[in-house]
């Protein structure tokens, strides 16, 4: 479960003042010009510079900033959607990795940020190195930190190349690299727990790609038997008659790079009527044309905007954007977007900055 720091940042966080600094040049020098170190008054001069509150600033100073870094270091980056801790980075080109700890699963690898580390399930959408490059320093931190060997879901079509891309650090390395490869494709089920079950569906990219919708689990009564009573109901399950229905909900649907046509693929209806849509967004505004994003393989805000009506779900978490764009960039095409859809839309924005910073 991800953990988040409530305690709020400081409206004025401390300054570390360096020893070039105005405010340490209009105090006395240190030490004094007529103190000597000899002189048998330097205990009680120095005591009395100390007691001026420089050193004491200096010092607090310094605990806070350290203690600053330190709950950097703590508090992760994330967001609460639809009851999912989500967190991740996903930079077009650079690298993407989507975490859900609730699920303990990633959506593709990235360069393997230390969080994802500690996620059971790797589902991989296609084989470009933005999105796979840490699978094997994914696999190998676990072991280094004793964890069980992950599960790593792939599109078939690449499981021989991962197969012999560990085979590779294996032999370089001369380690052990463990873990459970899974060749899924799209329209089979996996089990990740007795409760929730994965899904590939087709995507359209530049190289072979699928997303991934995953599903909650629950069974209900069978129509046939509301009816009846509770001793009636427990007769009939304990004589071997089937008086449940399973029942798959789809809460999560990640697509990785796509095109839009994802969204006009009628066997993609579960990924549109997830409680959550992860989806990419690679450019936002008229510098490229949809063409332009069409040829790459990614889809462009604009066809977001005209396709709207197929996006069924309660929230669409926009990602990838190109590392062209800022911060200003992509809430501009949020409020675009949002216009247009009754889900909630998100962005994520790690690894983006300001135009004004």
């Known amino acids: 479960m991800q953990v988040f720091l409530t305690s709020s940042t400081p409206n004025n966080p401390p300054y570390l003042h360096t020893f070039n600094d105005p405010i340490l040049h209009s105090c006395p020098s240190f030490p004094p010009p007529n103190l000597s170190f000899n002189s048998n008054v330097k205990s009680s001069r120095l005591e009395a510079i100390k007691g001026s509150g420089i050193f004491s600033a ?4 310094i605990e806070e900033e350290e203690y600053r870094k330190a709950r950097a270091e703590v508090q992760r980056k994330g967001f609460e959607i639809d009851g999912y801790s989500i967190e991740g980075i996903s930079v077009g080109g650079h690298e993407t990795c989507v975490i859900v700890p609730e ?3 990633v959506f593709d690898i990235g360069r393997c940020p230390l969080r994802a580390v500690h996620q059971n399930f790797v589902f991989i959408t296609h084989a470009h190195l933005d999105h796979i490059g840490g699978l094997p320093m994914y696999v190998a931190t676990r072991a280094l930190y004793s964890l069980k060997p992950p599960t790593i879901v792939v599109p078939p079509c690449i499981k021989e190349d991962v197969e012999k891309l560990f085979d590779i650090h294996r032999s370089m390395g001369q380690v052990e690299l463990d873990f459970d490869l899974v060749a899924l494709d799209i329209g089979e089920t996996y089990e990740l727990r007795n409760n929730l079950v994965v899904r590939p569906f087709k995507t359209y990219h530049v190289i072979p790609s699928q997303g991934y919708v995953i599903y909650s689990i629950r069974n209900k009564l069978k129509k046939q038997y ?14 071997g008659v089937e008086i449940t229905d399973m029942i798959l909900s789809p ?8 095109t ?6 009628p066997r993609n209806a579960d990924a549109l009527r997830a409680k959550l849509l992860i989806t990419e967004a690679t450019f936002l505004d008229d510098r ?3 063409e332009d994003a069409r040829e790459r393989g990614h889809t462009h805000l604009f066809e977001l905007i005209e396709l709207a009506q197929w996006i069924r779900n309660k929230t669409v978490l926009l990602t990838h954007f190109s590392s062209r764009y800022h911060l ?4 501009q095409a949020v409020s675009k977007l949002q216009a247009k859809v009754s ?14 910073s």
């Open 58 to 61: 200096i010092g607090k100073a």
């Open 103 to 105: 699920l303990k699963c």
């Open 226 to 239: 509301i009816h009846l009573k509770g001793k009636q109901i427990e007769k009939l399950k304990n004589s």
């Open 251 to 258: 809460e999560v649907a990640f697509t990785g790079d796509t």
């Open 260 to 265: 839009s046509d994802f969204l006009l693929e």
């Open 288 to 290: 490229f044309s949809i």
């Open 328 to 331: 200003e960039d992509i809430r």
């Open 343 to 356: 889900a909630k839309v998100v962005p994520l924005t790690e690894g983006f900055k300001s135009m004004y």
